[in-house]
Protein backbone atom coordinates (compact mmCIF):
# COMPACT_ATOMS: atom_id res chain seq x y z
CA UNK A 1 0.00 0.00 0.00
CA UNK A 2 3.10 2.38 0.68
CA UNK A 3 4.30 1.77 -1.95
CA UNK A 4 1.54 2.26 -4.63
CA UNK A 5 1.00 5.44 -2.63
CA UNK A 6 4.12 7.08 -3.42
CA UNK A 7 4.43 5.86 -7.06
CA UNK A 8 1.00 7.82 -8.05
CA UNK A 9 1.90 10.81 -6.22
CA UNK A 10 5.98 10.40 -6.18
CA UNK A 11 5.62 14.02 -8.58
CA UNK A 12 4.21 15.90 -4.96
CA UNK A 13 6.86 14.20 -2.77
CA UNK A 14 9.71 14.15 -5.64
CA UNK A 15 10.43 18.05 -5.22
CA UNK A 16 8.31 18.67 -1.90
CA UNK A 17 10.81 16.87 0.00
CA UNK A 18 13.27 19.16 -1.46
CA UNK A 19 11.75 21.85 0.81
CA UNK A 20 10.98 19.97 3.58
CA UNK A 21 13.27 21.17 6.38
CA UNK A 22 12.20 20.43 10.15
CA UNK A 23 14.72 19.66 12.62
CA UNK A 24 16.36 16.48 11.08
CA UNK A 25 19.90 15.04 10.95
CA UNK A 26 22.50 15.98 8.38
CA UNK A 27 25.49 13.46 7.84
CA UNK A 28 28.58 15.15 7.04
CA UNK A 29 29.03 15.79 4.01
CA UNK A 30 30.60 17.81 1.10
CA UNK A 31 29.38 21.63 -0.21
CA UNK A 32 26.93 19.13 -2.22
CA UNK A 33 24.23 18.44 0.50
CA UNK A 34 24.84 22.04 2.51
CA UNK A 35 23.75 23.44 -1.08
CA UNK A 36 20.83 21.47 -1.23
CA UNK A 37 19.94 22.53 2.59
CA UNK A 38 20.80 26.59 1.66
CA UNK A 39 18.21 25.87 -1.21
CA UNK A 40 15.95 24.21 1.23
CA UNK A 41 15.89 27.59 3.86
CA UNK A 42 15.30 30.09 1.31
CA UNK A 43 12.17 28.14 -0.53
CA UNK A 44 10.77 27.53 2.94
CA UNK A 45 11.51 31.71 4.09
CA UNK A 46 9.48 32.90 0.58
CA UNK A 47 6.58 30.04 1.00
CA UNK A 48 5.63 30.50 4.86
CA UNK A 49 6.41 34.61 4.30
CA UNK A 50 2.78 36.51 4.95
CA UNK A 51 3.58 39.23 2.55
CA UNK A 52 3.26 36.42 -0.54
CA UNK A 53 0.47 34.45 0.52
CA UNK A 54 -1.98 36.93 -1.72
CA UNK A 55 0.25 37.38 -4.05
CA UNK A 56 0.69 34.05 -6.59
CA UNK A 57 2.59 35.99 -9.09
CA UNK A 58 5.18 37.45 -6.77
CA UNK A 59 5.59 34.27 -5.13
CA UNK A 60 5.87 32.31 -8.27
CA UNK A 61 8.66 34.28 -9.45
CA UNK A 62 10.64 34.36 -5.94
CA UNK A 63 10.36 30.50 -5.88
CA UNK A 64 11.41 29.89 -9.41
CA UNK A 65 14.66 32.01 -9.26
CA UNK A 66 15.63 30.01 -5.85
CA UNK A 67 15.34 26.75 -6.88
CA UNK A 68 15.77 26.62 -10.66
CA UNK A 69 19.22 27.55 -11.13
CA UNK A 70 19.68 24.40 -9.12
CA UNK A 71 18.58 22.48 -12.21
CA UNK A 72 20.22 21.06 -15.83
CA UNK A 73 17.38 21.29 -17.65
CA UNK A 74 19.64 20.27 -20.66
CA UNK A 75 20.20 17.10 -19.26
CA UNK A 76 16.83 16.26 -17.78
CA UNK A 77 15.67 17.04 -20.97
CA UNK A 78 17.94 14.67 -23.34
CA UNK A 79 17.62 11.95 -20.30
CA UNK A 80 13.64 12.13 -20.68
CA UNK A 81 13.53 11.88 -23.81
CA UNK A 82 16.02 9.10 -24.43
CA UNK A 83 19.54 9.03 -26.36
CA UNK A 84 18.50 7.48 -29.36
CA UNK A 85 15.31 9.68 -29.86
CA UNK A 86 17.51 13.04 -28.74
CA UNK A 87 20.11 12.41 -31.63
CA UNK A 88 16.68 12.58 -33.95
CA UNK A 89 15.54 15.82 -33.58
CA UNK A 90 17.40 18.65 -34.62
CA UNK A 91 18.94 21.34 -32.40
CA UNK A 92 15.96 23.97 -33.17
CA UNK A 93 13.77 20.74 -31.86
CA UNK A 94 15.89 20.00 -28.35
CA UNK A 95 15.85 23.25 -27.37
CA UNK A 96 12.34 23.96 -28.17
CA UNK A 97 12.34 20.81 -25.92
CA UNK A 98 14.11 21.48 -23.47
CA UNK A 99 12.54 24.74 -23.06
CA UNK A 100 8.84 23.66 -22.99
CA UNK A 101 9.98 20.77 -20.76
CA UNK A 102 11.63 23.38 -17.88
CA UNK A 103 8.59 25.29 -18.19
CA UNK A 104 6.68 22.01 -16.94
CA UNK A 105 8.66 21.13 -14.69
CA UNK A 106 8.71 25.00 -12.82
CA UNK A 107 4.88 25.07 -13.12
CA UNK A 108 4.76 21.48 -11.72
CA UNK A 109 6.72 22.29 -9.10
CA UNK A 110 5.70 25.47 -8.32
CA UNK A 111 2.26 23.96 -7.60
CA UNK A 112 3.83 22.03 -5.51
CA UNK A 113 5.66 23.81 -3.37
CA UNK A 114 2.82 25.69 -2.07
CA UNK A 115 1.57 22.42 -0.02
CA UNK A 116 4.74 22.97 2.58
CA UNK A 117 3.88 21.12 5.81
CA UNK A 118 5.77 20.07 8.51
CA UNK A 119 7.83 16.91 7.47
CA UNK A 120 11.00 16.84 8.82
CA UNK A 121 13.91 15.33 6.65
CA UNK A 122 17.10 13.87 7.51
CA UNK A 123 19.92 13.68 5.12
CA UNK A 124 21.50 10.56 5.25
CA UNK A 125 24.55 9.83 2.92
CA UNK A 126 25.96 11.73 0.01
CA UNK A 127 28.32 9.46 -2.71
CA UNK A 128 30.23 10.96 -4.92
CA UNK A 129 31.21 9.15 -8.21
CA UNK A 130 33.79 11.62 -10.69
CA UNK A 131 31.09 14.66 -11.69
CA UNK A 132 28.29 12.64 -10.28
CA UNK A 133 26.53 12.41 -7.00
CA UNK A 134 23.83 11.21 -5.14
CA UNK A 135 22.16 12.49 -1.62
CA UNK A 136 20.15 10.40 -0.41
CA UNK A 137 17.57 11.32 1.97
CA UNK A 138 14.75 10.05 4.66
CA UNK A 139 11.86 12.22 5.23
CA UNK A 140 9.65 11.26 8.55
CA UNK A 141 6.01 11.92 8.54
CA UNK A 142 3.57 11.27 11.48
CA UNK A 143 3.16 7.53 9.89
CA UNK A 144 5.64 6.77 7.44
CA UNK A 145 9.10 7.17 6.64
CA UNK A 146 10.11 7.97 2.58
CA UNK A 147 13.79 7.00 1.06
CA UNK A 148 14.36 10.03 -1.39
CA UNK A 149 17.50 10.33 -3.36
CA UNK A 150 19.01 13.14 -5.31
CA UNK A 151 21.08 13.08 -8.44
CA UNK A 152 23.12 15.75 -8.87
CA UNK A 153 25.96 16.33 -12.14
CA UNK A 154 28.64 18.67 -11.74
CA UNK A 155 28.65 21.43 -14.06
CA UNK A 156 31.21 24.41 -14.51
CA UNK A 157 32.38 23.55 -10.91
CA UNK A 158 28.43 23.52 -10.16
CA UNK A 159 26.18 20.93 -8.78
CA UNK A 160 22.97 20.56 -10.25
CA UNK A 161 20.01 18.36 -10.00
CA UNK A 162 19.10 15.85 -13.26
CA UNK A 163 16.73 13.58 -11.05
CA UNK A 164 14.97 12.44 -8.37
CA UNK A 165 14.14 8.91 -7.08
CA UNK A 166 11.52 8.61 -4.44
CA UNK A 167 10.93 5.18 -3.41
CA UNK A 168 12.85 3.90 -6.56
CA UNK A 169 10.77 6.14 -9.07
CA UNK A 170 13.06 7.88 -11.16
CA UNK A 171 10.86 11.38 -11.65
CA UNK A 172 12.86 10.83 -15.27
CA UNK A 173 12.36 7.65 -16.34
CA UNK A 174 8.67 8.20 -15.38
CA UNK A 175 8.82 11.04 -18.22
CA UNK A 176 10.70 8.87 -20.45
CA UNK A 177 8.37 6.46 -20.56
CA UNK A 178 5.40 8.94 -21.24
CA UNK A 179 7.46 10.43 -24.09
CA UNK A 180 8.02 7.59 -25.72
CA UNK A 181 4.51 6.22 -25.66
CA UNK A 182 3.65 9.79 -26.91
CA UNK A 183 6.19 9.79 -29.83
CA UNK A 184 5.77 5.46 -30.93
CA UNK A 185 2.26 6.25 -31.00
CA UNK A 186 2.31 9.81 -32.91
CA UNK A 187 5.22 11.43 -33.44
CA UNK A 188 7.72 14.20 -31.47
CA UNK A 189 5.21 16.97 -32.77
CA UNK A 190 2.34 15.33 -31.31
CA UNK A 191 4.12 15.00 -27.96
CA UNK A 192 5.30 18.99 -28.02
CA UNK A 193 1.84 20.39 -28.37
CA UNK A 194 0.35 17.71 -25.19
CA UNK A 195 3.63 19.80 -23.49
CA UNK A 196 2.79 23.07 -24.54
CA UNK A 197 -1.08 22.57 -24.09
CA UNK A 198 -0.40 21.18 -20.41
CA UNK A 199 1.93 24.17 -19.61
CA UNK A 200 -0.31 26.74 -20.43
CA UNK A 201 -3.21 24.88 -18.28
CA UNK A 202 -0.41 24.99 -15.09
CA UNK A 203 0.30 28.68 -15.77
CA UNK A 204 -3.51 29.93 -16.13
CA UNK A 205 -4.10 27.57 -12.56
CA UNK A 206 -6.33 25.56 -14.29
CA UNK A 207 -4.31 22.46 -12.57
CA UNK A 208 -3.99 23.10 -8.60
CA UNK A 209 -3.01 20.61 -5.83
CA UNK A 210 -6.49 19.11 -5.85
CA UNK A 211 -5.28 17.36 -8.81
CA UNK A 212 -1.65 16.20 -7.57
CA UNK A 213 -1.79 12.79 -8.54
CA UNK A 214 -2.40 13.61 -12.12
CA UNK A 215 0.37 16.69 -12.71
CA UNK A 216 2.92 14.44 -13.52
CA UNK A 217 0.42 13.12 -16.41
CA UNK A 218 0.84 14.76 -20.09
Same mark, same amino acid.
Not at 19 to 32: F, P, R, Y
Not at 103 to 129: C, G, H, Q
Given at each position: ?86 ? !?? +?? &? ?6 ? #?? $??? %???? =? ?43 ? !?? +?? &? ?6 ? #?? $??? %???? =? ?43
Amino acid at each position: MKKMFFRNRWWFIGFSLVLILGAGKTVQASGITEGLKATIDQVIGVVTDPQYKNDRSTRRAKMKNIIFPKFNFLEMGKRSLGKTRWK !EI +SP &EERKAFVD #VF $GKL %LENS =YANKLESYSDEKINYVDEIIKGRYAMVKTEVVRKNDLINVDYKLI !EN +SN &EWLVYDIV #VE $GVS %LIKN =YRSQFGKVIHNDSFSVLMDKLNAKVKKLEAGDEDNKNEDKNDKI
